[in-house]
């Protein structure tokens, strides 16, 4: 079992950077593929980053790609998303999730992130 705790939401105006943080708890965090997701008002859920448990590879979504970088600490139980180049459409709420094996099985509570123009 693993338990997500997000932070580091908040307004900032476009153009700005934001460092979400995901804190998780259970001793096989290190062996699961982590990834952000993101929901806005209205829309559906839709996947910002995720990376890999074992090497560490990285995926995005297009329209974050070069603006946002996914990175994790096994050691401190943790993955951030660093978002540069913020724009009003970015604003969301932002979740953590955990991937034993094939599905995101794990959620975290989300953390609300504004952009403004």
């Known amino acids: 079992q693993v338990r997500l705790v997000e932070s580091g939401g908040g307004l900032v105006q476009a153009g700005g950077s934001l460092r979400l943080s995901c804190a998780a708890s259970g001793r096989t965090f290190s062996r699961y593929t982590m990834g952000w997701f993101r929901q806005a008002p209205g829309k559906e859920r839709e996947f910002v980053a995720g990376i890999n448990w074992s090497n560490g590879s990285t995926t995005y979504a297009d329209i974050v790609k070069g603006r946002f970088t996914i990175s994790r600490d096994n050691a401190k139980n943790k993955v951030y998303l660093q978002m540069n180049n913020l724009k009003p459409e970015d604003t969301a709420v932002y979740y953590c999730?955990?991937?034993?094996?094939?599905?995101?099985?794990?959620w975290g509570q989300g953390t609300q992130v504004t952009v403004s123009s």
């Open positions: 999730a955990g991937r034993p094996v094939a599905s995101y099985n794990y």
